[in-house]
């Protein structure tokens, strides 16, 4: 009986290199460092030496958000000009006191995105095109992360809870409490038990 030679998968996910790293390399390669040398030293195949010095231009200028030091898609100019018109539209519904969600923020990324993509050359639009925008989950918890807006969207009771009120009701409840006598173990909330 012959053996099969079993081919076993290598497991080695993809290497993710931090903005600095390419920085770095794009730099020392600019100094006269070879390809090969450079992927020898980072331990990173020549492809992907390559593939960072074929980008070093939108490298060079991408700047990241705080605590991000790894970016996988350089992201292109019409995405910066959609999320600046979009917080600008946050920020004028925040001063209205509308409720704002993810859903409602995705749908106007969204909106937006298509305009600015009308608007743009054609040449641009290839590029912009090639991944086109979704807003998807993902996109909105970084666009939060880069934006700090996330004491602006609310969610579930909080959407639709009145805050005046419950702040006025902050005071009335403590005065109930200490006229009626009652102890810290005697409070609770109903809507976190079983019981309710």
């Not at 937006?112 to 979704?134: N, R």
């Not at 419950?166 to 173990?185: C, H, M, N, P, R």
Request: contains cysteine; glycine residues 6%; aromatic residues 6%.
């Amino acid at each position: 009986m012959d053996r099969k030679k079993v081919c076993k998968k290598s497991s080695a996910k993809k290497k993710m290199m931090s903005i600095e790293l390419k920085r770095e390399i794009i730099e020392k390669h600019e100094q006269g460092v070879r390809v090969v040398d450079l992927s020898r030293q980072y331990g990173r195949s020549t492809s992907m030496i390559c593939s960072v010095l074929k980008r070093k231009e939108s490298i060079k200028s991408v700047t990241p958000a705080k605590g991000l030091t790894i970016i996988s898609k350089l992201r292109t100019t019409l995405h910066e000009n959609m999320e600046k018109l979009l917080m600008v539209w946050v920020t004028e519904k925040q001063l209205q006191g509308d409720t704002l969600t993810q859903t409602i923020i995705c749908e106007k990324a969204r909106a937006i995105y298509g305009d600015l993509l009308k608007q743009t050359p054609q040449t641009s639009i290839d590029e912009a095109s090639e991944g086109s925008f979704k807003a998807s989950r993902g996109w909105f918890e970084n666009f939060k992360k880069r934006s700090g807006i996330h004491s602006v969207v609310r969610h579930g009771e909080a959407a639709s809870s009145d805050m005046k009120a419950a702040e006025d009701y902050i005071k009335t409840f403590s005065d109930l409490i200490k006229v009626q006598g009652y102890i810290s173990q005697q409070v609770f909330n109903c809507d976190e038990t079983g019981l309710f």
